[in-house]
């Protein structure tokens, strides 16, 4: 069983759709979660950062985590041509192992 | 907005070559940590450092692999004896708690001919 899974699509949306990332992990006492996004050719960016069970809203961005199905998304509202990338889920274990663990991605095409 | 920088950001080497790949992680920040991404591949980690010592480290982390904080602001990875497996993007990530968010840098495109 792979760590943090990821569907690694293309995920197809029109602009200004809502485009729906999920993400899932085998390890129950992780507690950190993140988003990142990554363009081709580059470096992993931030996006969203969630501890607790629920949701987390950041402008068109809202990040839902359940620990109890070990289940974690992102939510992109009103998705732009600009948000084509690829959304990279990590877990960290905040156990005094201080690795993040991450998935393969979900590559987003948002069309115009 | 401070940033985790990276240099070179393309090095090409011969197999069997030592390169040396060098990082400054933000100025606040006490963890550190070494990612490298193959093509086409997820993220993974390799190293994280922390009070002047390795804390952490992955299988790919063998002998071939060593870091240093050789002073106050930067952070390197050298790989001792490059091999054409090597040849990936590395990424240089910075934190202020173990715990919390690690910002990563451009990242250096190592190519091992």
């Known amino acids: 069983q792979k760590e943090v899974e990821q569907n690694s699509g293309p995920l197809s949306v029109p602009e200004g759709a809502i485009a729906s990332l999920n993400c899932t992990y085998s390890?129950?006492?992780?507690?950190?979660f993140f988003w990142y996004r990554q363009y081709s050719g580059k470096s992993p960016e931030l996006i969203m950062s969630?501890?607790?069970?629920g949701d987390k809203e950041d402008g068109r961005f809202t990040a839902q985590l359940n620990k109890a199905s070990q289940y974690v998304s992102l939510l992109i509202r009103d998705s732009q041509p600009s948000d084509s990338a690829t959304y990279l889920c990590?877990?960290?274990?905040?156990?005094?192992?201080?690795?993040?663990?991450f998935g393969t991605g979900t590559r987003l095409l948002v069309s115009p | 907005e401070p940033e985790v920088t990276q240099t070179p950001s393309h090095q090409v080497t011969q197999m069997g070559q030592e390169v040396i790949l060098r990082c400054v992680p933000i100025?606040?920040?006490?963890?550190f940590y070494w990612y490298r991404q193959i093509l086409g591949q997820k993220v993974e980690f390799l190293v994280s450092?922390?009070?002047?010592?390795?804390?952490?480290k992955s299988e790919i982390f063998d002998d071939q692999f060593s870091v240093e904080r050789p002073d106050g602001s930067n952070f390197t990875l050298k790989i001792r004896s490059t091999k054409l497996e090597d040849s990936a993007m590395y990424f240089c990530?910075?934190?202020?708690?173990?715990?919390?968010?690690?910002?990563f840098g451009p990242g250096t495109r190592l190519t091992v001919l």
């Open positions: 450092f922390y009070n002047n010592e390795i804390s952490e």
């Open positions: 969630i501890y607790s069970n």
């Open positions: 390890d129950r006492v992780s507690q950190s």
């Open positions: 100025s606040n920040h006490l963890y």
């Open positions: 990590a877990v960290n274990r905040n156990t005094g192992f201080q690795k993040l663990v």
């Open positions: 990530a910075s934190g202020q708690e173990s715990t919390d968010t690690q910002y």
